[in-house]
């Protein structure tokens, strides 16, 4: 045991927390739950799932749970949309809920959406189940947690004085034209992207085309390019 894993577990010793887990990826979720919901072993205790915005939302009013893990792209509309319908929860004077993000992304625009939304932290699941653990203890006390790489990243983002925080032309589009540029910009078909966001296929059509008009975009290609320079995809 490092010394590291052995103050984690020295500082959640006897202690409990109540979880919701909302990622789009079952297994993700199931792989979760097993390596930090040994409740007797961490003291975490998984107490719903949600893999999109209505049921995460749904799901977490019915718990009141202490920490939800929260994945940024769920369809839906994004892990910003749950803390928007949740803002009531997590402003409560008594017992609030508060969230950490969960994600394979280290976007800028990710990071700074869901701490802007309200949530407490922004991990990558390159993390171990022990400073998860550990995260979610220190969440559930209020505290904000980072991976180390975006602590610095975090801060410096919303100490910067010289530049906005977020992209004027990204600001421009709404949560869902996001999520339908992202799916674009990585090669999706619009069949695919209506049955993972869960709309329908003339949806989709309208939110590229409003995608293209509001950027002042030609095309998917030109829109792919967008996409990538500024580490979107």
Do not use: C
Request: glycine share 8%; net charge negative; no cysteine.
């Amino acid at each position: 045991m490092t010394e590291r894993t052995a103050d984690a577990e020295r500082d959640t010793a006897g202690r409990r927390a109540r979880v919701v887990l909302v990622d789009d990826h079952r297994m993700f979720r199931t792989g979760v739950r097993a390596e930090i919901g040994r409740t007797e072993e961490t003291g975490v205790e998984v107490v719903g799932e949600a893999p999109d915005v209505d049921q995460a939302v749904s799901v977490i009013a019915a718990t009141r749970p202490d920490v939800v893990l929260l994945d940024v792209h769920l369809p839906g509309g994004g892990g910003v949309e749950v803390l928007r319908r949740s803002a009531a929860l997590l402003s409560a004077p008594e017992e609030p809920v508060r969230f950490l993000a969960l994600s394979v992304s280290d976007a800028a625009e990710d990071v700074i959406g869901v701490i802007r939304g309200g949530a407490r932290g922004y991990v990558t699941k390159t993390i171990t189940g022990t400073d998860l653990v550990h995260a979610v203890f220190r969440v559930a006390d209020g505290d904000a947690v980072f991976s180390p790489r975006l602590a610095g990243f975090v801060l410096d983002a919303f100490a910067s004085t010289d530049a906005p925080p977020v992209d004027e032309d990204l600001d421009r589009l709404t949560q869902r034209e996001r999520e339908v540029l992202r799916l674009i910009a990585r090669g999706y078909a619009y069949k695919e992207i209506a049955k993972q966001l869960f709309i329908s296929v003339k949806t989709v059509e309208s939110h590229v085309s409003a995608v293209l008009r509001k950027l002042q975009l030609s095309n998917r290609h030109e829109l792919t390019r967008w996409a990538t320079a500024r580490r979107l995809v």
